[in-house]
């Protein structure tokens, strides 16, 4: 058996190339469920798992004020995610972060993790999606990068390949208002039913908005924003109750859920009109 | 390879041999180690029976593979205090009324001491958002909230006092 | 040293002080030592091969492939039942394995045991049993109509029991009905299923260390299936993380047993928590029909209801919590007239029986929800509809029993209602999503809530009820001044451990008391259920000390040449209450050892006629809530902000252990209000995981403002009621009527007449 521990990239690359079929641990949040729960005896088999949470690039995030950007490592917690400066940076997700799990889980789980599940209930996808973030992936073959939305092609599927790994994430730091907002049934420690991501970019006059739990996958909400775009009072910052209400109803409309043991379809339609029609509204107050 | 692989748990060094690849810190520190003050009760990551603190950072053993916690630093219910002199926290528990089952008990002690640890000064909602993670089926509670409060208001009252008393707290 | 409390005058550690846990030190520690902390030297894993199928004919079982994965030491399954192959505590008709037909997803059909958890599971993995699948009965409807095949030998009626009491043509001027329903809830104690089996050398005996509620029960089915004679099983109680009626039943007791038995070495097994939930019983599912007939001034006239319980695929105690429901038709409110019908019946969902409130808490939601319906329709407040209506001590039941118990029901409304309301503005403060409804989810601000005030009031029959012979046994050794107690009692968590110490030190003037090991080596303290431990394992514990201290007194009087009688216990000494002789209680003992043991039992009970009449119950508790929840109405997001209650306690023996009774009951009662429910669906569990059956976090729980009625009862050997159940049986309709006032604040009338209330309940 072997638990492979890299402490730089080059490392892990070599590592995951080595063994494309190991079990390759982040935080663990996830994957440890599936290993608990006996999901994973097959990966187990193949007798290596590479632990990515010492991988010091990983573990760095910088800002880059001139291009007005964050990169995240893969390795970045939900905890630091919540936590100044990063908070004030991507506000949205950092409300994003602080819905997900407990303490425990967001002192461990990682962003990089979250995008390598993939959930369509995953909460920091939303905004990842509307933030037009960058994922980027590299292996010995070479680096490259993915626009968010071509990375997470559906239920618990992305676009890495065999021996590549997330090596992080690029968001833009923008200005406007931008929040997360998700429907759980318990005030803490919740799977969403349905969550909403949306973000105003006031420089270009542009909301983007995301949508969780009502997809195979985070979906994008193209009539919604560019109903936003066209109809919000971009110079007052205002919206009446009306429009902000249309976005979301627009919204919903673009959402393909479905009914299970968390909840119905039809409430998470309902859910996610009203998610994103708050969000607007907390962006743009009454007119 | 190696057939084993160490860990420091509570200061001490402990030698794994001949596990599977597949266990969890948890199980690993119940079975193998004898640590059973950290408890199994969902497997998930969703009740914070077994937290523990990894290099000082409170996380679920459950969640933690164990052979990735080598070279780092385990911290169990039963490192907080020696055996027979309960920390201020764990004393502020059995005064409160805080314990009726206990099993969910050592993770919430080790909740609470990292959250006093980081925030000396928390009160209510700021605790009740620090042990969300924890789940206690027995107590509802209110007792709990009651001991960690009282334990941070004593911290901070002895802080008052003299650095070294707070050195013993 | 002896400290008294200035203030009460009280002795710490005696009886109404709010004394701490003996085994509080080692919990907070972590060296308690639960079930599951168990181990020896030699152990091997056991673990438990399931049914996919809720309903199917099982054609072969092929373990061969077992026992090819390398550590596997036994594989057993129903042709290895030496003994009863069925087991069960009413009625013995569950099989230990499935043999010909498994009847609901999870049911044991063989088990093996190696030398590592993986092993066990790759070994389960590998047994081959074909199956073929037959239509399930999954409606109760379905099988009260007898529409459907018997899935058991049985039958599929578990119990019809009429309730007709009065004049039952009788009509009011004013009538209102419901039909209520319930979902499946899980105990969901956080320390799951767990044995450590102990063969003795030979094969001839085993020890069992067990976390039960009753050790002596759980003896008598193991003990019949494992085909030993009982005194050559011995139970251990092992540490018990939580019960609330899920350990009353057997789980995984015989399996370990024998799987012990068959390799003559120690077994442990261990249940995961998604086995846990579908490896003990759960509460009852149940549809409930009711139609209250009043006076237009809210006199009740008549309830006329129809009870059906999901027993799901074998008996349990489906029987008695039925009764308990059919019987608390009336809540706490008088009633001259009733016509009741109740089923429970059996179908191939999940096994139902014991769980916290134990029938009522169906009973008490159908009943609440009528009363705010009734209180509407007559043009009265939620208050004043209930103590119209409440019962009084002496008061007949729809049963014919009078009721002799204490009933402050008017004072336990009363008390809640003076309670403070919360300073908590509405829609929160500071900005603070966690106090708006859907906390960290960020999804409500404050102008989306609506806040709302419901009641709920409810009466819960303490202890077994009828004819069973319900007792406890207690013994006391007095020794140089120390008390050594011995009980089968099961600590579960509800504080008896602490309780014991402090009846010895009031009784028998003691500071020290020891508690003995928990195990089948006294006679039986009944089950940790029912409200009942503190009544019966306190009532003996009780008498086992008041006989020593009798033995003790006789011994002083015959040293000093005095009548017995003059003698009392005063703090630590012995007293002469008509002379000057005062001696320490150490020193009377005077190197003698006094040892008694005493059974107690409650007053007998009858079994209910075909009319359902008869004094079934022996005693009864009473509570009442009020509760204040903010709801955001268009998302169906429910934060609830405070519970308000007064509850008939009798007498508090330990004040702090009787808070974390109601704190913890109404976190119960909370989490089958809004969240809490095993998803089921074509008899198959959609959510056996902590991750999708929510339970209540420290983000969910309100602040509690408690109210102690204490009127001791003079049935009760202490004054003391059973303060267990009740906080869990009124808090979840309060709650739910709390949700329909602030709804009805914002405009929009909802019957939420189900539970648990889901977001779309609300918003839909």
Redesign the interface.
Known sequence: MAVVIPIDLDAAMRAASAAPDALILAGGTDVMVEVNAGQRRRALDSDTVIVLDRVRELRRWSHDPERRTVTLGAGVTYTELMTEPLASLLPALAEASRTVGSPQIRNAGTIGGNLATCSPAGDTLPVLAALDADVHLASLNGERTLPVGQFMLGVKTTALTRGELIVGVTAPVLRGAQGYAKVGVRNAMVIAIASACVIVDEDCRDVRIALGSVAPTIIRCPDAERHAAANLDWDRGRATPGVAAEIGERAAADARPIDDHRSTAAYRSRAVALLVGRLVRRGFPDA | MPEFYELQINGSAHDVHDAWLGESLLYVLRERLGFTGTKSACEEGECGSCSVLVDDVLVCACLALAGSATGKTVTTVEGLAATGTPSDVQQAFVTAGAVQCGFCTPGLIVAAHALLTESPEATGQEIREALSGNVCRCTGYGRILEAVAAAARARLAAGAGSIDDRGET | MIVTDTRTGRRPGTLGD?A??P???A????????S??E?IDGCVFGATLRSPHPSARIVSIDVSGAWKVSGVEAVLTAEDVPGNATYGLVVADQPVFAADVVRYVGEPVAVVAAD???TC??ALAAIRVDYEVLEPLLDPEVAIRGEHPDIHPDGNILRHQRIVHGDPDATGDVMVEGTYELGMQD??????EAALAIPEPGGGGIELHIATQWLHEDRRQIAACLGLPEPKVRLVLG??????GAREDISLQVHTCLLALRIGRPVRI?Y???ESFVGHVHRHPARIWMRHHATTTGQIVKIEARFVFDGGAYASTSSPVLLNGITHTQGPYRCPNAVVDGWAVRTNNLPCGAMRGFGVVQACFAHESQMDRLAEACGLGAVEIRLRNAMRTGDTLITGQVVESVAPVARCITEADALPLPEEPVGGRDG?P??LP????????AE?VHRGIGWGVSIKNLMYSEGFDDFATARCRLSGGVVTLKFATAE????FVVIAGQIARSVLGVDEVRLDTVDTDIGSSGSTSASRQTWMSGGAVDAACRKVRERLFDHVAAQHGLDPLRLAIDGTDVIDTMGTLRLAVEDAVMGREFDETVEFRHRPTEDLDENGQGNCHTAFAFAAHRAVVDVDA????V?VIQIATAQDVGRALNP??V??Q???????GLGLA??EEI?R?AGYV??A????Y????????PE?VVSLVEEPDPQAPLGAKGVGEPPCISSTPAIVAAIRDALRHAGIERRLDRVPV???DI??
């Open positions: 709010s701490v846990r085994d509080g030190v919990k907070v520690q972590g060296t308690f030592s639960f599951s902390d181990q590592h958890p993986e599971q790759r105990q969901a104690f956080l320390g799951l540490g018990v993380g939580g019960a609330f261990q995961s928590r998604r603070d966690m106090r859907g906390g960290a989810g960020r999804t409500s601000d989306h579960v968590g509800q504080g268009e998302l169906g997001l934060k702090l252990s808070l974390g109601i704190e913890g009951g109404i976190a119960q809004v969240m998803v669906n959609r959510n995981s902590f991750t999708d929510l339970l209540p976090t420290s983000l969910d729980m509690v889901r977001p779309s918003a839909l």
